[in-house]
T-cell receptor, first 112, second 113 residues
Framework: DAGVIQSPRHEVTEMGQEVTLRCKLISGHNSLFWYRQTMMRGLELLIYFNNNVPIDDSGMPEDRFSAKMPNASFSTLKIQPSEPRDSAVYFC??????????FGSGTRLTVV | SQELEQSPQSLIVQEGKNLTINCTSSKTLYGLYWYKQKYGEGLIFLMMLQKGGEEKSHEKITAKLDEKKQQSSLHITASQPSHAGIYLCGADPPSGNTGKLIFGQGTTLQVKP
């Protein structure tokens, strides 16, 4: 199994641009989590899905952020418009019934 | 809401020395996870503890969960440069297995050769 796959690994974009981060879950996992990591705030949960359904999006910073799971194995996190304060490493993780969390390698986002 | 506090925040040890990292919860833990992260990379799962008093070991790393299930420790014996990184504890919220992990701030470990 290739594990949780995130793309791109690095993204540099200008303020105001739309950014889309992608995540492919481990086959058979039914929960998907998006986290954001910064030096100041550590690792924060943004949103998570169970069986493709968003369960808790209370961690999503504001309306500029949106996440989707168009199918059981894929998710996107979109920021529109992006701002410099969105610069962080974004991780997705998947699990099966809340156990065995596996993290992707992350996307390092820099908004200039 | 539940919070996880890790100590120390950072640690520098000489190669070969033992060290301990602590993770304290404001509420009873229903599942405690330890992860290791290298800078710029993802989190690597180390161990999971669920029962009070539980202890698990993998190679030179031992993790324990106290009887009250509010504190966990991660102990590294005879540290090596390969142990360097950020160690994070994560926990299921008090409501149990919701699939949502809460993380501590992390402990940065440097091992001097």
């Amino acid at each position: 199994d290739a594990g949780v796959i995130q793309s791109p690994r690095h993204e540099v974009t200008e303020m105001g641009q739309e950014v889309t981060l992608r995540c492919k879950l481990i086959s058979g996992h039914n929960s998907l989590f998006w986290y954001r990591q910064t030096m100041m705030r550590g690792l924060e949960l943004l949103i998570y899905f169970n069986n493709n359904v968003p369960i808790d999006d209370s961690g999503m910073p504001e309306d500029r952020f949106s996440a989707k799971m168009p199918n059981a194995s894929f998710s996107t996190l979109k920021i529109q418009p992006s701002e410099p304060r969105d610069s962080a490493v974004y991780f997705c993780a998947s699990s099966f019934r809340g156990r065995g969390y596996t993290f992707g390698s992350g996307t390092r986002l820099t908004v200039v | 809401s539940q919070e996880l506090e890790q100590s120390p925040q950072s640690l520098i040890v000489q190669e070969g020395k033992n060290l301990t990292i602590n993770c304290t919860s404001s509420k009873t833990l229903y599942g405690l996870y330890w992860y290791k992260q290298k800078y710029g990379e993802g989190l690597i799962f180390l161990m999971m503890l669920q029962k009070g008093g539980e202890e698990k070991s993998h190679e030179k790393i031992t993790a324990k969960l106290d009887e009250k299930k509010q504190q966990s420790s991660l102990h590294i014996t005879a540290s090596q440069p390969s142990h360097a990184g950020i160690y994070l504890c994560g926990a299921d919220p008090p409501s149990g297995n919701t699939g949502k992990l809460i993380f501590g701030q992390g402990t940065t470990l440097q091992v001097k050769p």
